[in-house]
């Protein structure tokens, strides 16, 4: 099961945006960080995950109780932001989180009954937020349902363009709706031709400037489109090497890299890693796999990759612990582990 896909950071550097801020090497405001590590909180059961390269911060999609952890690598702290009406509701959950060039996040919590169901029930509402963590604050909050009509669904994955507009992808078939910055203007942008709701499609975006680019199980390629136009045209990316897609989840686009290095996450798998050495992304190629660790317990599924600092993470999701407390719900759980898989990636490139 998908849940929620990539996430990418915005910020304004010299005047101009990009998709990602520059790493801390360059702009020299995250100290370094690397190796293993675990977060040690009560039902965290991370999705998705976006650093925050300027305050330091990593931002957790916590699925199974739909709420935002805010992680502090460097002092091993952890809080929790919860929505009122959402968290702890089963009916929503929360995967997707992406912080803008202004420090705010962005995230989707919708109906939780979407992927377990396969897309056979998406009825629900889906909320797009906008939260301020400066503020602790809300500062709008958007129903994608009222534009999907509930005809399609499974929204779970955020990117930004160079003006601060959101792109957000549904996988219930693959889809992409275009939100403006203020959250008052939402409306389709790339819809297949048929509408098959059980039909599991684009899971996961990636933006580098005005290009995002974005991979599903049912097309098994990965996609081009160009954010400045009215409507979204998927150019498929001819991809050397010989790699067939599992079920994947979210990609990303490591900022250390400057956007010539995407990595897929695949449930069963692992990070599949490809390469554009100009960045341009009008061909890829196919390096390797970066393998879902052999220690990790049947339900767990790799879910997202994430740069934190100068390194790059695994993400993973116990999906077998669902439910335990009734339908819907989150487990039990602890202790949620990220996986550095900087070293595995940096001699895939080497070839």
Not at 286 to 294: A, E, K, N
């Amino acid at each position: 099961m998908r849940f929620s896909t990539s996430i990418a950071t915005a910020a304004a550097l010299a005047g101009v945006v990009s998709a990602h801020p520059k790493p801390p090497n360059a702009c020299g405001t995250c100290p370094p960080f690397s190796g293993n590590f675990s977060i040690k909180q009560y039902q965290v059961y991370p999705e998705n995950a976006d650093f925050d390269f300027i305050n330091c911060k990593l931002y957790v999609g916590q699925l199974l109780n739909a709420s935002l952890g805010i992680y502090d690598p460097y002092t091993s702290t952890h809080k929790t932001i919860e929505f009122a009406g959402i968290s702890h509701n089963p009916a929503f959950h929360l995967g997707a989180v992406a912080a803008d060039r202004n420090g705010h996040i962005s995230l989707i919590a919708n109906p939780a009954n979407a992927f377990p169901s396969l897309g056979k029930d998406i009825s629900g509402t889906n909320w797009l937020i906008k939260y301020d963590p400066t503020t602790d604050s809300v500062l709008w909050k958007t129903n994608l349902t009222e534009t999907s009509q509930g005809v399609y669904g499974g929204f779970q994955d955020i990117e930004h363009d160079p003006n601060g507009n959101l792109f957000v992808v549904g996988s219930l078939p693959g889809s992409l709706l275009r939100v403006d910055r203020s959250g008052k203007e939402v409306r389709p942008w790339y819809l297949p031709d048929t509408i098959v709701q059980t039909e599991l499609g684009m899971g996961g975006i990636a933006a580098l400037g005005w290009l995002l680019l974005a991979q599903g199980d049912a097309s098994g390629k990965i996609w081009r489109f160009d954010m400045k136009a009215d409507k979204g045209v998927p150019y498929p990316i001819p991809v050397s090497g010989n790699h067939t897609f599992g079920t994947s989840d979210a990609i990303y686009l490591p900022p250390k890299y400057s956007g010539t290095v995407l990595l897929v996450a695949e449930a069963k798998l692992g990070i599949s890693v490809f390469r554009s050495k100009d960045a341009k992304w009008d061909a890829a190629e196919y390096l390797g796999l970066v393998p879902r660790p052999s220690s990790l317990e049947n339900g767990t599924d790799v879910v997202a990759p994430v740069q934190i600092a100068e390194s790059v993470y695994m993400l993973v999701e116990q999906f077998g612990d669902q439910g335990l407390n009734g339908p819907n719900t989150a487990g039990n759980r602890t202790e949620f582990p990220f996986f550095d898989i900087s070293s595995e990636v940096g001699r895939l490139l080497q070839v």
